[in-house]
């Protein structure tokens, strides 16, 4: 690729777009970056799909999967495509949010055989979230044709099938997204719109509607938009050599049918399934292919195949062409993603943070004045590459404004520290860590995109942190700096272009590139916001997957402890998905998303980062915990606090939160929360006001929301949900007190005691109970983070208080000590009583749940069903997918605790015919007695129980969690280990 001009093109933001490429495992991402990277020469044509360029891990090799996110720069038509691969499997989804966050759109690549899966909902619910342009490629065509051997109509209604379910998904997003203000066409693919590609990424070629219609437009005597308009329109035909309506009434094959899919099924058919090399000269004269190669001639009748179709309508040419048409530039970014990048709701309550949102807002838009114009620089993850790759000799600038054609080659770098040469100081690379000898070998780079201004080596910026607050215009910065933990100013180190496995030294980047910072690992974890201006707001970041399998891993050789720690602290920084946690024995507990994700955790421990071995354990399954009751609630499991000391009554009555409940409250939960946090006066303030007998108390009022149009759809919302409830569901919408503070872990507290209190409404400060109001909320959140079954988090849970009293406010006065005593052991009071509400109820363990697609034939779908069975799964459909070859889809879930190993029986089993990929799909109730003792139940006088299985996984998962946290749990111990006498002796 010519540097030169890469670099002159990204001087100008209209010249410029950033891509990714998002679809489910094995659909074609890859293979289609191949062929893009091979239009600028990194590799050869033919290789393409077979070199898998950005896949450069071993194990990524190995695997043939894509692990991390890979960002490219490439060269169209004078504009820079900034091209980022993204992971398929669901184990690396923050990988997909890292690359999504700083692109303007994305390529959608769905295989036409499977169609739409899991992850290829999720690529396009991230990338409607993200506010960006998208364009669908319906892959492998080839496949369908060649080793599928369908006919042309089944292909069509495949092709049909693909682009409707997409549709349906994206229409569904608008339809709940309360925020999405753009008209819901504006997401829909439509080929005659050109936001659709039809592909084979192995063979190497693509179309679009128009360029087939631009082939035909001369057959027919039509313009190729009049021809394009009819290609989709199912109602056209051709009629002795003229297109005329009434297909669907005659049923006729549409013209798509006639002109694209008979002409792409007969090459393959003529030259790769019959082998009729007669056909050669009739198929270039169509194609209008005027300069032959030799692969065209080759006596292998894939490579001339892929060398007629490749020189016909080249796949990399059609989809960079699609992309500068479809995808904007930066310059022409919605202001509505800027909106999100910004999240400017959450300021509503702040004027003045309001107006310094809407002023970032015009800086990342370049609408702001000049003199209030900054840098910003949003930091999307961390990334390891090798010290060889950073080892740069020249750099040159790319800087808006630069009016020479060609760039400028400054002075030479100086190159980092020779990790060969012994005289060498640690001090003179940031990188490096004593701790870790072999730290030397490798680097830390942000991946990062310039929203706007341009970013500059050597110079000073801020690091602003998720919830940075700008001080007032006359603050004193260096003072500010030194007072405030949310903001740090560092020095640009170094910028790099990324290249794949290169990487360019740059003195500067211009606004709308995407580059690789260096220096910055020791200021920003994961993702940050740098800013020259002290003034404005930091993006928000967004997290689409917590991890939820556990493994304790530990050291082979003791001494490597102090090794395995420094491992975890540097993994955590270049892996956005994991987590490390200490126990309070000192264990350390790895978090990954999966077994892939954690084999490639570990491999990198030992392989890059730490370099010592390690023992990994089996994986300990994140647990909720939640309560069931019957279709009645009993309010006779009602339970009370009374503290007679301060006449303090609260009672109060645990039940299960309804399914339709839960989805509103997640659904609305930012929202929600942002109300919830909107008060004029604490608790505490309050309590202070009655101690110094404050005559000017304000009345009660509602509270006033800035945008008035969401507020009504989010009340809309919760009356609809409420509006056929009865009993103590009824107008529950008025009455929320609090929501748990994640909206994984969906709880509510209901007041319905008499008390003046709501998200809704301020506090009241003429009512006494309102200074204890803090201590019921921090008691709910402190049952929410643990509850009483073996103190994991609580969730889909509803607290109701039916009394709240506060008789003698008076004890409270006089001694601040004894104040703070009697006022602190307040919540932790609440929070056992709402544990013994949900102990009162029945109490259940939350498992999470994989899910699966196994594709099989019917020699072997016993076998599969046998594996789930065992692991306690369960099979939700077997769909027939083909009558001829006897071919099902198995559609099963798998519980996380049971899924290690389970990819490798199922193809062990299968002698390899099956090849599951598991994905997180829910958490679910384990119908069974978490407090069930099967050790005292003897196997003969044991009953038939239906939920007896059930009862004994969830106590034996009790047991195992609380033993892991050292919790009491009642395992009988033998004292004395003399020989035991039986009963009857």
């Known amino acids: ?141 080839d496949r369908i044709i060649v080793e599928q051997q369908k006919e042309v109509d089944i292909i069509f209604q495949h092709i049909q099938r693909i682009i409707e379910n997409c549709n349906a998904y994206v229409a569904e997003l608008c339809q709940y997204d309360l925020q999405c203000t753009v008209e819901e066409e504006e997401y829909l693919f439509s080929p005659e719109r050109g936001n659709v590609i039809f592909a084979s990424a192995y063979d190497g070629w693509g179309v679009t509607t128009l360029q087939i219609a631009e082939m035909f437009a001369e057959t027919f005597s039509e313009t190729p938009e009049s021809l394009n308009s009819k290609l989709w329109d199912f109602d056209y035909y051709i009629q002795k050599g003229k297109i005329v309506p009434g297909a669907l009434s005659k049923k006729k094959p549409t013209l798509f049918e006639t002109l694209f899919l008979n002409t792409i099924h007969y090459v393959y058919f003529t030259l790769r399934i019959r082998l009729d090399r007669s056909k050669y000269p009739m198929i270039i004269e169509k194609f209008k292919i005027q300069k032959e190669t030799f692969d065209m001639k080759h006596t292998d009748a894939k ?46 309550d702040n004027n003045e943070l309001s107006k310094i949102a809407d002023e970032t807002i015009d800086i990342l838009a370049s609408k702001a004045p000049e003199n209030k114009m900054a840098t910003i620089v949003y930091v999307s993850k961390m990334f390891a590459v090798t010290k060889k790759q950073l080892q740069q000799q020249k750099a040159v600038n790319i800087v808006v404004g630069r009016k020479k054609t060609e760039v400028e080659e400054e002075k030479p770098v100086e190159p980092v520290v020779n990790i060969n040469d012994e005289t060498s100081s640690s001090s003179e690379d940031e990188d490096y860590d004593p701790n870790l000898d072999h730290s030397r070998d490798f680097g830390v780079l942000a991946l990062s995109r310039v929203f706007s201004g341009v970013l500059t080596k050597g110079t000073d910026i801020f690091i602003q942190s998720p919830h940075y607050i700008p001080p007032n215009k006359d603050v004193d910065v260096d003072e500010f700096l030194k007072s405030s933990s949310s903001i740090v100013k560092v020095k640009i180190k170094q910028l790099y272009i990324l290249l794949g496995r290169e990487l360019v030294a740059v003195d500067s980047v211009s606004a709308g590139n995407i580059c690789g910072i260096r220096g910055l690992e020791k200021h920003i974890g994961r993702t940050g916001t740098l800013s020259s201006s002290l003034f404005t707001l930091p993006l928000t970041e967004r997290i689409s997957l917590e991890p939820i399998v556990r493994n304790s891993i530990e050291c082979h050789n003791p001494k490597d402890l102090p090794l395995l720690r420094k491992g975890l602290k540097f993994l955590k920084k270049i892996d956005s998905c994991v987590q490390v946690a200490v126990q309070d024995t000192g264990e350390l507990v790895l978090l990954t998303a999966g077994d892939v994700h954690l084999a490639k955790c570990i491999e990198d421990i030992q392989t890059m980062i730490a370099q010592i071995d390690l023992n990994v354990s089996k994986p300990m399954v994140a647990i909720k915990e939640t309560v069931v009751c019957g279709k009645r609630i009993d309010l006779t499991k009602t339970v009370e606090l009374t503290l007679k000391d301060i006449g303090l009554t609260l009672s109060l009555i645990a039940v299960p939160l309804p399914d339709h409940l839960v989805n509103v409250l997640t659904a609305n939960y930012d929202i929600l929360k942002l109300i919830e946090k909107f008060e004029h006066k604490s608790g505490i303030d309050i309590m202070y006001q009655f101690d110094t007998d404050a005559k000017n108390k304000l009345e009660s009022h509602l509270k006033v929301y800035s945008n008035e149009l969401l507020m009504n759809k989010v009340k809309d919302n919760l009356k609809m949900a409420f509006k056929d409830s009865k009993g103590l569901w009824m107008g529950v919408e008025e009455n929320i007190w609090a929501l748990s503070k994640k909206r994984d872990f969906c709880n509510v ?237």
């Not at 990399?316 to 530039?329: D, F, G, H, R, Y």
């Not at 996380?896 to 062990?908: D, L, P, Q």
Request: overall charge neutral; aromatic content about 6%; hydrophobic content about 35%.
């Open 303 to 348: 490579i001339q195949v892929k060398a007629i179709l490749q020189a016909w309508k080249p796949l990399a040419e059609t989809i960079l062409t699609q992309v500068k048409s479809n995808i904007p530039p930066p310059s022409a970014i919605s202001p509505q993603r800027y909106e999100y990048l910004v999240n400017k709701t959450q300021y509503f």
């Open 1 to 141: 690729m010519n540097q030169r001009e890469t670099f002159t093109a990204a001087s100008h933001s209209t010249k410029i777009r950033n891509i990714c490429i998002l679809a489910h495992v094995d659909h074609g991402k890859t293979t289609i970056a191949d062929s893009l990277i091979a239009i600028n020469g990194h590799i050869s044509k033919r290789s393409a799909g077979n070199t898998r360029y950005l896949d450069d891990r071993r194990d990524e090799q190995e695997r043939g999967i894509t692990m991390k996110s890979s960002a490219i720069s490439l060269v169209h038509d004078k504009t820079v495509i900034n091209l980022i691969d993204t992971p398929g499997h669901i184990d690396f989804s923050t990988e997909v949010s890292a690359a999504i966050r700083i692109c303007d759109g994305a390529l959608i690549v769905v295989d036409v055989i499977e169609g739409v899966c899991v992850q290829t909902r999720e690529a396009l619910k991230q990338a409607f979230e993200e506010r960006i342009k998208t364009i669908l490629v319906i892959n492998k065509l």
């Open 749 to 985: 507290l209901i007041n319905k005691s008499g008390y003046k209190r709501s998200i809704w409404r301020t506090l009241d400060e003429n009512d006494v109970r309102a200074c204890l109001d803090h201590c019921i909320v921090n008691g709910f959140d402190m049952c929410c983070k643990s509850g009483p079954i073996c103190e994991e988090p609580l969730t889909n849970c509803a607290f109701i208080v039916t009394d709240y009293k506060l008789e003698n406010y008076e004890a409270l006065r006089g001694m601040e000590n004894m104040k703070v005593q009697m006022v602190g052991n307040i919540p932790g009071a609440v929070r056992d009583l709402m544990r013994e509400s949900v102990e009162k109820q029945s109490p259940r363990l939350m498992e999470p749940i994989f899910t699966t697609d196994i594709q099989v034939n019917t020699r072997i779908l016993g076998k599969v069903y046998s594996v789930v069975n065992r692991r306690h799964g369960k099979v939700l459909d077997a769909v027939g997918m083909d009558d001829a070859e006897k071919t099902f889809l198995v559609k099963a879930q798998i519980p996380v605790a049971e899924s290690h190993g389970f990819a490798n029986e199922i193809r062990k089993t299968t002698s390899g015919q099956a090849n599951p990929n598991l994905r997180f799909s829910h958490f679910e109730i384990i119908d069974g007695d978490p407090f069930y003792n099967f050790e005292e139940v003897e196997d003969d006088d044991e009953e038939e129980d239906s939920n007896a299985d059930a009862s004994k996984r969830a106590a034996s998962l009790r047991k195992e969690i609380r033993k892991r946290k050292g919790l009491k749990i009642d395992d009988q111990v033998v004292v004395h280990a003399e020989k035991q006498r039986t009963l009857k002796k």
